[in-house]
């Protein structure tokens, strides 16, 4: 499975500098990295060079000259009908980039709507898209979409996992937590299945349907 990392134009927590460059050391075989508009600031400043820029131009940063030699550029209208994340998502289902891990997701001050889009997206994994295993990180948590699927998480013990249906329901089974599930069905809207505490070092999660799980 090809990995891809995107780097989007939102909020980059300080500890994101490190675990970036921490995570594309430490992978077997170099990820693709995809640069999303002004999410190519991010990699500039951190000295990591994109394989692709996704980019309209209405939120470029001053780039070093040079930096975007070898960089395959894909330039879009600023008036279209998918934003710049969801073209990354097309990219990474054409290109055959399964493994995609999503950082910059977070929201700048009063863009809530490019958020919850950015989160969305994960509801729309069919055609192509099906084959994406779609991860939004940052240092400071994680947010996993689940779809129809068993997950064996480790190294979590002591933070919280929050799941939250994507679908209209979902069934849910959950071993590892404070408060286990046992084909719980959860409708969307309902927070039964907030801020569990994980207490094991191995959890396992399975989900009829599709859903967030966010780790804190």
């Known amino acids: 499975m090809d990995g891809?990392?995107?780097?989007?134009?939102?909020?980059?927590?300080?500890?994101?500098?490190?675990?970036?460059?921490?995570?594309?050391?430490?992978?077997?075989s170099r990820p693709?990295?995809?640069?999303?508009?002004?999410?190519?600031?991010?990699?500039?400043k951190n000295r990591l060079k994109p394989?692709?820029?996704?980019?309209?131009?209405?939120?470029?940063?001053?780039?070093?000259?040079?930096?975007?030699k070898g960089v395959e550029l894909l330039l879009y209208p600023a008036d279209k009908t998918?934003?710049?994340?969801?073209?990354?998502?097309?990219?990474?289902?054409?290109k055959g980039f399964n493994d995609i891990t999503v950082f910059g997701w977070e929201a700048?001050?009063?863009?809530?709507?490019?958020?919850?889009?950015?989160?969305?997206?994960?509801?729309n994994l069919k055609g192509r898209r099906s084959r994406l295993r779609l991860k939004y990180l940052d240092s400071r948590q994680e947010i996993l979409v689940l779809k129809d699927?068993?997950?064996?998480?480790?190294?979590?013990?002591?933070?919280?996992?929050?799941?939250?249906?994507?679908?209209?329901?979902i069934v849910l089974s959950?071993?590892?937590t404070q408060y286990p599930a046992r084909r719980l069905v959860i409708h969307q809207g309902e927070t039964v299945a907030l801020r569990n505490q994980i207490t094991a070092a191995?959890?396992?999660i399975t989900i009829e349907g599709i859903g967030l799980a966010v780790i804190t």
Do not use: M
């Open 4 to 28: 891809a990392f995107v780097f989007l134009n939102g909020l980059y927590p300080k500890g994101d500098n490190q675990l970036a460059r921490r995570l594309i050391r430490n992978r077997k």
């Open 32 to 44: 693709v990295l995809i640069a999303v508009d002004g999410g190519i600031g991010f990699l500039q």
């Open 51 to 68: 394989d692709y820029w996704i980019s309209d131009l209405d939120s470029a940063p001053r780039l070093r000259k040079g930096f975007l």
């Open 82 to 94: 998918k934003t710049d994340a969801e073209l990354a998502l097309d990219l990474c289902a054409k």
């Open 108 to 123: 700048r001050k009063g863009e809530t709507d490019h958020l919850l889009g950015s989160l969305l997206l994960g509801r």
């Open 149 to 169: 699927e068993n997950r064996t998480l480790s190294g979590y013990k002591g933070r919280r996992l929050s799941i939250l249906p994507l679908s209209r329901a």
């Open 174 to 176: 959950l071993t590892g």
């Open 202 to 204: 191995r959890i396992r």
